[in-house]
């Protein structure tokens, strides 16, 4: 699920308040640079058109959409937060994106990867069940950040942001946590991470509201569009600017599919979609395994945020 602006991780890093000793327990685990085993789908096809096997979706046609109001978060409107009920960013297990991200340096030009999967671990934050999707920054094969964000549907299809933490590694060892944060822990706020029926000119919203280290907000600021990226073009895209700095691109049945600064000058850095695959069950297995053992290091790490809250599991 990306210090503004944001290329790599949408909340800012807040290290010195969680940051630890790599000597810590259990920090000393190599964070596996891919799965396994993962079905690709061609450059023609959306991971959107095959569900993994034994998971219900929620359906985009039965929803009567109605955009959040940040500020009426409720409980009550929240079910099982596995599926396609918004079809900017679906939350389907086993679905993954890999993204080339681009980082000008005066001269240079600095190539990474991104890899967004969701899984199929679910975590009960502030009353709500989440599902968990595992971020993760690969540099010169080797994961150098790896995150969790806390997304989870209510029933109108919008999509609510609650929480998130980051590692980051040197060589494939643990270094620090550099985020973390959970809605309900220490004031935090749940935000929208994406409309259920995004329109250009709507008002903006928060994304997400951390006391002490920042507000997120964002606008719809384009509808429409074609976008081209390596992996295909597409004709009816939708651009969400977050806090006037960035643009993030969005395709239905896709999620994202491009970030690209709003900004001059400094090191430009840009995303961009490269392709979309449905893991296969061992796959998945593996991500989710992942997925488990970082919320479960939070508990050392970020103890004071995460420390009470309930522990991950996979869903049945």
Request: charged content about 20%.
């Amino acid at each position: 699920m990306t210090a503004l602006p944001r290329p790599r991780r949408l909340v800012v890093a807040v290290a010195a308040a969680i940051c630890l000793a790599a000597t810590s327990a259990g920090c000393d685990r190599q964070p596996s640079s891919s799965p396994s085993t993962s079905a690709v789908a061609g450059p023609a096809a959306t991971a959107s058109t095959a569900a993994p096997a034994g998971k219900t979706t929620a359906t985009t046609t039965a929803l009567r959409r109605v955009n959040a109001n940040p500020d009426r978060f409720n409980r009550k409107d929240f079910g099982d937060p596995i599926g396609d009920a918004n079809p900017w960013l679906p939350l389907l297990p086993g679905y993954q994106s890999v993204q080339d991200g681009t980082l000008f340096r005066g001269r240079r030009e600095l190539h990474h990867r991104r890899r967004f999967t969701v899984t199929d671990v679910v975590k009960r934050v502030d009353g709500v069940r989440t599902v968990l999707v595992l971020d993760q920054d690969i540099d010169a094969g080797q994961v150098a950040e790896q995150a969790l964000d806390y997304f989870a549907q209510d029933r109108h299809g919008n999509v609510w942001y609650l929480g998130s933490y980051t590692e980051s590694y040197e060589g494939g060892q643990f270094v620090n946590a550099t985020d973390a944060w959970l809605a309900g822990v220490n004031g935090a706020i749940p935000g929208v991470a994406m409309m259920a029926d995004p329109k250009k000119g709507m008002p903006g919203y928060i994304q997400a509201s951390i006391p002490g280290r920042e507000t997120i907000h964002a606008e719809v600021a384009k509808v429409g569009e074609r976008k081209c990226v390596p992996f295909k073009c597409f004709s009816d895209t939708l651009a969400i600017l977050e806090d006037g700095t960035e643009f993030k691109y969005y395709a239905q049945g896709v999620g994202g599919i491009a970030t690209e600064p709003n900004y001059s000058g400094g090191e430009q850095e840009k995303e961009a979609l490269l392709n979309v695959i449905q893991l296969t069950p061992k796959g998945l297995s593996e991500a989710s395994a992942e997925a488990l053992r970082l919320d479960r290091h939070a508990r050392n790490t970020a103890s004071a945020v995460f420390g009470n809250s309930a522990p991950a599991k996979r869903s049945p």
